[in-house]
């Protein structure tokens, strides 16, 4: 896909972070977007900023929907092609297909399968895993449709690496975006077989400048403002790539064909270390130190490993 110009494109999670700025660059190129996230207020900014960058032929769509829920999936899927079809409004004729599909929606929490309770745990899991199906399940249809339809699923380190590192559990989301991981690359040869004009991408980003710790406790019934943005305030400005700047890594990815994009380098530094001794993956010293020698240079030997050693 060399160009995003023309086409359809649908967000999930469109609200912030890596969801809005996807909205906003593919609507500076030209591309159509029906954009959906479960807060309203945030989703309608996105829309302001992207028509704003919009170029050419592209339109915008937002759509309030929760991504847990499969039949108000469906809803969005209806909206989004009747918003999107030749004239642009509901009752005009709705649009057939659609070429670009971000499962990108998710929220962290639910660390420990022991310590927290249970339906804090499930919801991570139903956001963050069973939204990404449930979007496959709606919208592949559409992607067939399209001449070349691209499915791009949002996993993370953690989805090869279930770990903040000592002391922290973090069984949800680390579970989560390992099955999103193996559902993306199961569908490599099921759309081979099946489908072999539509692709499909992973998505695996390391610490990214996001609001994801801020929407998580907004998910999980926190309505202090103050506390919220500290502690969106302590992660999104730590994190060595921005949103902006992951985004432009994944459409990058998008665009070249590859199947698995890492986003940042903290993601493939860890991607590294974690292929070449898995069983060291959790061993947090042997990590520190192996990753220390990596950043320090000596790439080769950070991933250990001559065949005399």
């Known amino acids: 896909m060399d160009s995003f110009a023309g086409k359809l494109a649908i967000v999930t999670g469109g609200g912030s972070g890596m969801g809005r700025e996807l909205v906003i660059k593919l609507a500076a190129a030209g591309c159509s ?13 996105t829309g302001r900023l992207a028509a704003a960058r919009a170029s050419g032929p592209a339109r915008l769509s937002v759509h309030e929907c929760d991504v847990s829920d499969e039949a108000a999936l469906l809803r969005f899927r209806d909206e989004a092609l009747a918003a999107h079809g030749p004239a642009g409004q509901a009752g005009a004729g709705g649009a057939d297909h659609v070429d670009l599909v971000f499962a990108n929606a998710g929220i962290g929490g639910g660390g420990s399968l022991i310590a927290d ?3 804090h745990w499930e919801r ?30 949002t996993s993370s ?6 770990s903040l590192g000592p002391g922290v559990p973090h069984t949800a989301y680390s579970t989560s975006k390992f099955a999103v ?13 099946n489908a072999p004009h539509v692709r499909v991408v992973l998505v695996m980003p390391g610490h990214i400048g ?3 710790v801020g929407n998580s406790l907004r998910a999980f019934g926190a309505d202090d403002a103050e506390i919220i943005e500290q502690a969106n305030a302590g992660f999104r400005d730590t994190a060595p790539t921005t949103a902006a700047q992951a985004v432009t890594i994944i459409l990058d990815g998008v665009r070249s064909g590859a199947w ?8 493939e530094t860890l991607d590294e270390l974690v292929r070449a001794r898995p069983e060291d ?14 950043e320090a240079g000596g790439e080769g030997q950070a991933a250990g490993e001559t065949e005399a050693s």
Request: hydrophobic residues 50%; proline residues 4%.
């Open 33 to 45: 977007v029906a954009a959906c996230d479960l807060d309203r207020h945030s989703l309608a900014q």
């Open 117 to 119: 309770p249970r339906e």
């Open 210 to 212: 996001t609001d994801i």
């Open 260 to 267: 698995r994009v890492l986003v940042g380098p903290d993601a």
């Open 124 to 153: 991570v899991f139903a956001v963050n895993f069973w939204g990404v199906y449930y979007t496959a399940r709606t919208f592949l249809p559409l992607l067939i449709k399209s001449p070349e339809g691209v499915l791009v699923n």
């Open 281 to 294: 993956a959790y061993d947090y010293e042997e990590l520190a130190m192996r990753r220390a020698a990596w």
């Open 157 to 162: 380190v953690n989805g090869f690496w279930a």
């Open 181 to 193: 991981k193996g559902l993306t690359e199961s569908l490599i040869e099921d759309l081979r077989v």
